[in-house]
């Protein structure tokens, strides 16, 4: 009986808590309305870096990494989640490029984040990466995404790249999740579409992968 009355008592002080942050949530300075896959939702955002927001949701808030949120004309990629029934909290980082490819008669394109230990984001389209040419690409993971295999080749800025890693394992949870591929400084053919950043996949390029 004592332990069922401290239970409620604690449960009647979540419940008073999450009244109090609901109610004094949009008075916050850094109150703003983000769109996470095209829901409206209220945050509180914080810059961690300049690429780099720190969300804190309204009491009892669930979303899921993977997902993609807009805000001030950005898309960004939720890459953390933390789960609260009073202070659910998000990451998103900035989505600062497209990895698109083609498949048969359709292409494929989505917002990603490219990252390299010496990357920096100039005009848009260019990249600074590591001595060994490797670049890490976060993506959503979907049915899309998870078709991409090891040696399949993708055009970011003026240079051409091939998968050399795949982890659909750490970021990934109940078919939800980020994408991690690796990806190496491969050699560009002619019948490569720098202009749409598509690469060739026609198997007329000399390359073999496909």
Same mark, same amino acid.
């Given at each position: 009986m004592i332990g069922a009355n401290n239970s409620n008592i604690t449960q009647a002080y979540i419940n008073d808590t999450i009244l109090h942050v609901n109610d004094m949530f949009s008075s916050s300075p850094s109150f703003k309305v983000m769109d996470f896959d095209g829901v409206q939702t209220d945050a509180i955002i914080s810059h961690k870096k300049s690429n780099v927001l720190d969300i804190l949701l309204r009491p009892q808030s669930v979303l899921s990494k993977g997902i993609y949120a807009s805000f001030e004309g950005d898309t960004y990629l939720i890459t953390e989640f933390v789960k609260n029934e009073i202070y659910p909290k998000a990451t998103v980082e900035l989505c600062n490029a497209s990895i698109k490819w083609k498949h048969i008669d359709s292409v494929h394109e989505f917002k990603c984040i490219v990252k390299g230990n010496t990357y920096e984001k100039d005009?848009?389209? &260019?990249?600074?990466?590591? &001595?060994?040419g490797e670049i890490s690409i976060l993506v959503q993971y979907n049915a899309d995404t998870k078709t991409i295999k090891p040696n399949q080749r993708f055009i970011f800025g003026s240079s051409a790249y091939e998968v050399v890693s795949i982890d659909e394992v750490t970021s990934i949870y109940n078919g939800k999740g980020v994408l991690k591929l690796g990806v190496k400084y491969t050699s560009a053919t002619d019948t490569d579409d720098k202009t749409n950043q598509i690469a060739d996949s026609s198997g007329n390029s000399g390359w073999s992968g496909w």
């Open positions: 005009d848009g389209n &260019s990249f600074v990466t590591t &001595s060994e």
